[in-house]
């Protein structure tokens, strides 16, 4: 089974479309956001996996929050990931040479994720699809971020096209399981008109959309463009929340209702 079937059978045995993101900041880190002060850090991720479980069919683990944890520790969040009914995504974000690239997807797939996210900026999409394949993962590379920078790279030219739909031919070229496409908002730069476009391009992919909830993005567009092959991501404003199943139930209920 590939990570479109995972994703779609826990779709259904969630009744969910929600993803929820953990970053475990630490109080160096970030100040109003973060874990509870002396907490352990694979004790406090096991505990929001397992509140968030019935109301969400994908975990997103954030790797730059989890580069003091153990292989066996990683595992054990997969693990209990796995046996909660979620798929697990690895949110690296490699960008690097080949043998680079396969180093992070081997260790990926070592702890147990089914997925691991991909910037396709050193151009190298095909190979790392092909090297995710070889592994078992399923890649999902970026191709329409929400951050303001973006606007200016999105609208670049190669070989005569936009930067963002390149990306999104790319992807499809290299049968990736999956791209990221911000949410969009009034307040960012991302058009349902480019949104439309890359769903053409692709139109069996799954979409991880990063910027619900505490970002303000608006989820609706593109539940009604890609449905159920939406994986909507939300972050600190579930796991940071005072009661986060009651957060999660919310979000999930949220998502039920713009699908309509």
């Known amino acids: 089974m590939d990570f479109r079937q995972k994703w779609l059978a826990a779709v259904q045995r969630k009744n969910s479309l929600l993803c929820v993101g953990i970053d475990p900041a630490e109080a160096a880190q970030r100040h109003g956001k973060q874990m509870p002060d002396g907490v352990n850090k694979t004790d406090w991720t096991l505990s929001i996996i397992d ?5 969400t069919a994908a975990i997103k683990l954030n790797r730059n929050y989890f580069k ?14 796995h046996a909660q009914g979620m798929v697990s995504i690895d949110d690296s974000k490699l960008a690097d040479i080949g043998d680079t690239n396969d180093a992070g997807i081997y260790h990926a797939k070592q702890e147990g994720f089914d997925a691991i996210t991909y910037a396709p900026f050193p151009g190298n999409t095909l190979q790392a699809g092909a090297q995710a394949k070889a592994h078992g993962l399923g890649l999902i590379p970026l191709v329409l971020m929400s951050n303001p920078e973006y606007q200016l790279m999105k609208s670049a030219l190669i070989q005569g096209e936009p930067l963002y739909r390149f990306l999104a031919k790319q992807a499809a070229e290299a049968q990736a399981a999956g791209i990221v496409i911000g949410a969009p908002s009034s307040g960012n730069h991302i058009t349902i008109e480019e949104i439309s476009e890359v769903a053409r391009i692709l ?18 567009p593109i539940l009604r463009i890609f449905g159920q092959r939406t994986i909507a991501n939300v972050g600190r404003a579930i796991i940071y929340a005072q009661d986060p199943a009651q957060e999660a139930k919310t979000y999930r209920d949220m998502l039920a209702q713009a699908r309509g």
Do not use: K, T
């Open 51 to 55: 509140a968030v479980a019935p109301y």
């Open 203 to 220: 139109p069996e992919a799954l979409v991880l959309v990063p910027g619900i909830g505490a970002q303000g993005g608006d989820i609706a």
């Open 68 to 81: 003091d944890i153990s292989r066996d520790a990683m595992r054990s969040l997969n693990d209990r990931i």
